[in-house]
């Protein structure tokens, strides 16, 4: 198959903007809880939507009282948190455009948004993040205002908006339209600078109105209770944004995490409780991870092992039987999945708050094994594809119908065509206006409707796709073998020491890969071994830690050709992290400055003699 479309469940709006849906709620079920604060106690409080609605309202009157107009441009600095939303809907009550900065940017990134996108104001987090400003200030001639939330912002704006009326607000809300600049989104800049999408109201109506009404029953999974999700990615990425609008929209009562870690993350979803919520496979990975790491320290890892095996086999065996080609799990299998369903599955969904039945998983590959645990264990993952540039998923796994491994179907109103080199065009509603100020670009990347993704794939007989790589990853050693390091790269990273894996091999003779270690499951590993703490360049040199690292080398060598398989791979003591610029905000590898940066390691890896390649097929 080389081409699929599904038709919109919802159309596109005539008129009006983003902020509309809170007023509406508002006026309809102004006593419905649309938010809930953490306060300083640990405790979550809900916000109803007229409550949400007067901040909203009050915070929009102070933005104007300061100057800020319609169309203006309005840069956020910040993690996600409950202020995040209520200054993204304060600024579209006025026509305002948001530019979402990553807090974690350096001080060259921001100057180059803030330039590009001509902010006239930024409102940053906390002192660290005004320092940064600050620091690139001068280059910035249009900068009217610098704002600080932890220095009192919202209720400065409060009392500098108090003496203006509401229908000030009311009259620049009515002016939106759907094709109406809602924001300036920046892509993560794996492979350059970042460039800015301009995303319209609209963008965001088809994207989230079209994907809540194919998971409405998964959204909604008790009819009779208000569903709840808690938001923990980063709102400066297009997936946060989504989710944030899409709960809005839909009445979802959203919390806001501001960390990935599971240590910090977990105690969160144990006390919000939230009905399903959003992910990257690293944070899924983390807390499965973290849940096998708590079994072995209780002396049930054994026990936990044959719990995954079970979990996998059966959930195997529900996906062949809703695709027709098998006949489901078997009776000795259902008692197994039943017994471990006690004693392993359900303290794992209580550790998630015990009502979250499904998660939805986007940004990268998810592996198919960790999606199938997870769905055996009874929390369906539904992995979807998108980009910044289509403000989100426009492909996604179908409730009833998941295929493991697979990004999904389109999602109603979404076209995707495969061209003859396998590169991914997109079609639909939420496909962006163009990159800012950047025609050329955008004329390189838009075709009459078609976006050109940069990724490649391909379509089953069932229209769902599979991401294989992106065209300008992909590895031509110098035997001339073509190889995607992508699903390489994630079956060694499977590995509970592992936390990065980049494959290298560009016109060399053979593929070979850098790997680093998580330090807190090299720590676990450790000390489950009775063995003492050691530095990170310690640690790389254990020569039993080496070959757990050789395991997952093998076992991913398993699946490709003896030519596509690793020969060389160099433990390195360094992290990958977003401060060291080998990492994106949203925690993809920038390949070009890994290889930089250890350019000497990779010339060791090809000077010495590679390790015999393991036997397998011919490449």
Known sequence: MREISVPPVASKPPVGGLADCLFERAEAAPNAAVLARKGTDGRWRDVTAAAFREEVTAVAKGLLAEGVRFGDRVALMCRTRYEWTLLDFALWSVGAQPVPVYPTSSAEQVSWILHDADVSAVIVEDEGHAMTVGSVIDRLPGLRRLWQLDAGLEQHLVRAGAQLPDSVVERHRMALTPDTPATILYTSGTTGRPRGCVLSHGNFMAECDNMLGAFEKVIRPRPAARPATLLFLPLSHVFGRMVQVAALRSGVKL???????????????????????????????????????????????????????????????????????????????????????????????????????????????????????????????????????????????PPRRTRFGTVGRPIPGTSVHVADDGEIWLRGAQVFQGYHDDPRGTGASLYEGWLATGDVGRLDEHGYLTITGR????????????????????????????????????DRPYVAALVTLDAEAVAHWLAMRNGPALAPEQAVRSPELEAEVQRAVLAANSAVSQAESIRAFRVLAARFTEESG????????????????????????????PPRPRAGADG
């Open 255 to 397: 919390g806001h995490q501001p960390a990935l870690s599971a240590a910090e993350l977990l105690p969160d979803l144990a006390a919000f409780r939230p009905d399903f919520f959003l992910a990257v496979p690293y944070v899924l990975e983390r807390l499965f991870h973290a849940a096998r790491r708590r079994a072995e320290r209780d002396g049930r890892l054994n026990g936990f092992d044959r719990a995954v095996q079970v979990a996998v086999r059966y959930a195997e065996a529900v996906e062949a039987r809703a695709f027709g080609e098998g006949p489901g799990p078997s009776t000795a299998l259902r008692l197994q999945h039943r017994f471990f369903d006690r004693v392993v599955y359900s303290r794992f969904r209580a550790a998630l708050g015990g009502r979250c039945a499904s998660v939805m998983s986007g940004g990268s590959a998810l592996e198919r094994r960790l999606g199938l645990f997870f769905d055996g264990a009874g929390i369906r993952v539904y992995e979807g594809y998108g980009l910044t540039e289509t403000t989100g998923a426009t492909v996604a796994n």
């Open 471 to 506: 065209k300008k990853d992909i590895l031509v050693t110098s035997g001339g073998k073509s190889v995607s390091p992508g699903p390489l790269e994630d079956r060694v990273r499977a590995h509970p020491l592992v936390a990065h894996c980049v494959l290298v091999g560009n």
């Open 582 to 609: 080998l990492l994106t905000p949203s925690l993809k590898v920038r390949r070009a400055a890994v290889e930089h940066v250890f350019a000497a390691e990779i010339e060791e890896l090809y000077r010495s003699r």
